[in-house]
């Protein structure tokens, strides 16, 4: 069966509030499609009002929720507030709870979080990353920090009920989350903490796909660490577009949205 390829641009951890302008995304577009892979600034509201301002560029926007969206609110409660979105705005779709569909594609994504063991132990062991985790910034007034290992669990579950459901059709599919899928999308650097950095990511997506049982899987994408990675690992490319901070690590000035062809 022939199938018609999907453009999309990709977007994400723009974080809005540490820049003094924002990119021109009418003139930086490639496609008609959008999906932003969350942190667009600190709290929910900051979200919502970003990607109705892509909504207002792009034929649809695809999103889901990052760490900084999710600031002053439980992550299954923002999953639901999130989603109301589409009751009054069309061309977004929040792919956190369902299958959102363009052409013979399927895109199905969650923030992720993690399970504190993104390298599945190899670096550190367990109570290394809880404490170092713990010692990152507001860990008891961010109520995602308290539990946040059961969000990746349920996030991991949701997604694999939803990929299971679409693997009956002759479809393409995207998975799209925030946190870091696999221990190969970190950026290390010498002086990284290896405990923190299995704080990155869910490791139980570690090995996905190494059996090849999700062949219609062609690309995952990703946020959340600032450095753009491209990669193939077990037939499914790897790529994120982050735009970050000012002075982030690898920083590139002439930062754009990633057209991706799935």
Not at 31 to 58: C, H, M, R, T
Not at 106 to 121: E, H, K, R, S, V
Not at 190 to 206: D, H, I, R, V
Request: charged share 25%; hydrophobic share 35%; proline share 4%.
């Amino acid at each position: 069966r022939w199938q018609i390829l999907i453009k999309v641009d990709l977007i994400s951890d723009t974080h809005n509030n540490y820049w003094d302008t924002q990119p021109d995304y009418e003139s930086l577009k490639t496609s008609d499609y959008a999906v932003f892979l969350g942190d667009a600034d600190d709290g929910p509201e900051k979200l919502l009002e970003f990607v109705k301002d892509l909504s207002n560029i792009y034929k649809k926007v695809l999103f889901i929720d990052g760490n900084h969206d999710c600031y002053d609110i439980d992550p299954f409660e923002a999953m639901d507030y999130f989603d109301s979105i589409t009751q009054t705005n069309p061309n977004c779709h929040y792919m956190g709870k369902k299958i959102v569909m363009i052409d013979n594609c399927a895109f199905i994504g969650a923030n992720g979080w993690t399970n504190l063991a993104l390298y599945n132990g190899k670096k550190s062991g367990h109570q290394a990353c809880v404490d170092a985790w713990n010692k990152t910034r507001d860990v008891e007034k961010i109520p995602f920090k308290r539990h946040v290992t059961k969000y990746a669990i349920k996030n991991y579950e949701s997604m694999m009920i939803r990929l299971n459901k679409v693997k009956r059709y002759n479809v393409n599919v995207a998975m799209c989350t925030h946190t870091l899928p696999r221990w190969e999308c970190v950026t290390e650097f010498p002086t990284a903490n290896p405990a923190l950095l299995e704080c990155f990511g869910n490791g139980l997506t570690n090995n996905f796909n190494h059996d090849k049982i999700h062949n219609n899987v062609k690309v995952w994408m990703f946020g959340h660490n600032h450095h753009a990675r491209d990669f193939i690992k077990d037939d499914i490319l790897y790529v994120s577009a982050p735009r970050g901070r000012p002075g982030d690590y690898l920083l590139t000035k002439d930062w754009r949205p990633k057209q991706i062809i799935i």
